[in-house]
């Protein structure tokens, strides 16, 4: 698992929405930082970071990272469901889809305190 890194969690009754690992597992593999895509279009979705299509291959339509969503996992255990085939890892994000969801994080309303907290901690955002 590495910053950047997507998953896609194989059971769509769970959850169909990709998950963005947004910190780095290497300097707290306690404390991952999770995001989520979803769709753009929606009252009360947060627009801190909207992408088009075209800019990762798995979007097939506008979308939006939901922030209010976003969730810390420990990396044994993530990997752990990795291993078990519980999620399918997608291809990861380049430098500037991540910089622009760190960027949407950082002015965020809804990015929990705790992911806040350690995205400023590895000085991913201010």
């Keep these: ?16 929405h990709p998950r963005i690992v947004i910190s780095d597992p290497e300097l707290n593999p306690n404390q991952v930082v999770l995001v989520n895509f979803t769709g753009f279009e929606g009252e009360f979705r947060d ?7 075209g800019e990762y291959g798995w979007l097939t339509k506008k979308t939006c990272i939901s922030y209010k969503d976003a969730s810390v996992v420990n990396q044994q255990e993530f990997d752990t469901l990795y291993e078990r085939g519980a999620l399918k890892k997608l291809a990861p ?4 889809v991540l910089a622009k969801i760190l960027n949407g994080a950082e002015v965020s309303d809804e990015l929990p305190n705790k992911c806040r907290r350690i995205l400023a901690a590895q000085n991913l955002i201010d």
């Design 47 to 53: 627009h801190s970071c909207v992408l088009e299509v």
């Design 1 to 16: 698992m590495e910053i950047g890194d997507v998953y896609l969690p194989t059971n769509k009754a769970i959850d169909v």
């Design 93 to 96: 994000v380049d430098d500037s």
